[in-house]
């Protein structure tokens, strides 16, 4: 059984920084490609950054520079290092596999919100 538990949001600055945490149980985690996603108010949920089991990264072009997105397997946890946040940033961030037999895999999401 999949379980996701994102933490490390909060109410940030513009310009500012945050990083998120994705604790994962289960023993999938060090074997597929993990990656964060979020959804803004009334937007569609979107694919931000992704990383392969390996370590390859992969960005949204609307992150790019911006975030930086790592994990530990042996902690089975992965991260997203948020820099010189925009207002834009604002929705509630989401990790899963990217696999298709975790399609419904979603956790509770946590929130950031970045404004003045």
């Known amino acids: 059984q999949v379980q996701l538990v994102e933490s490390g949001g909060g109410w940030v600055q513009p310009g500012g920084s945050l990083r998120l945490s994705c604790a994962a149980s289960?023993?999938?985690?060090?074997?597929?490609?993990m990656a964060w996603y979020r959804q803004a108010p009334e937007k569609q949920r979107e694919l931000v950054a992704s990383?392969?089991?390996?370590?390859?990264?992969s960005y949204a072009d609307s992150v790019k520079g911006r975030f930086t997105i790592s994990r530990d397997n042996a902690k089975n946890t992965m991260y997203l290092q948020m820099n010189s946040l925009k207002p834009e940033d604002t929705a509630v961030y989401y990790c899963?596999?990217?696999?298709?037999?975790?399609?419904?895999?979603w956790g509770q999401g946590t929130q950031v919100t970045v404004s003045s």
């Open positions: 289960g023993s999938f985690f060090s074997a597929y490609t």
């Open positions: 899963k596999p990217t696999a298709s037999w975790a399609r419904n895999s």
């Open positions: 990383i392969t089991k390996g370590g390859s990264p």
